[in-house]
Nanobody, 120 residues
Framework: QVQLVESGGGLVQTGGSLRLSCAAS????????MAWYRQAPGKQREWVAT???????NYANSVKGRFTISRDNAKNTVYLQTNSLKPEDTAVYHC??????????????WGQGTQVTDSS
């Protein structure tokens, strides 16, 4: 089994910054793609950013230039640096990881989420 635990969310004023973290633990041989998604109240979950095991990144247009995704493969951890936050960034942020176990097939896992709220 694999667990993903997010941290770093909180209350921030418009224009502020937060650094989100998501650590994966459990039976892991390798982690392929790691990503962040978010879900605002009353809306569907939307993709925010992705980073591959090789470090290639992609971003949703709504966060490009403001958010930076990165990962530490040795720690099985993915980060999301959020800058210049806007009210529309308020959401629960979830991380996702495609994990390959020592045996068997790769599988996608989700974390429980961390709340980011623009307080303005």
């Amino acid at each position: 089994q694999v667990q993903l635990v997010e941290s770093g969310g909180g209350l921030v004023q418009t224009g502020g910054s937060l650094r989100l973290s998501c650590a994966a633990s459990g039976t892991i041989s390798s982690i392929n793609v790691m990503a962040w998604y978010r879900q605002a109240p009353g809306k569907q979950r939307e993709w925010v950013a992705t980073v591959t095991s090789g470090g290639t990144t992609n971003y949703a247009n709504s966060v490009k230039g403001r958010f930076t995704i990165s990962r530490d493969n040795a720690k099985n951890t993915v980060y999301l640096q959020t800058n210049s936050l806007k009210p529309e960034d308020t959401a629960v942020y979830h991380c996702n990881a495609v994990v390959t176990p020592p045996w068997g097939n790769s599988r996608s896992y989700w974390g429980q989420g961390t709340q980011v709220t623009d307080s303005s």
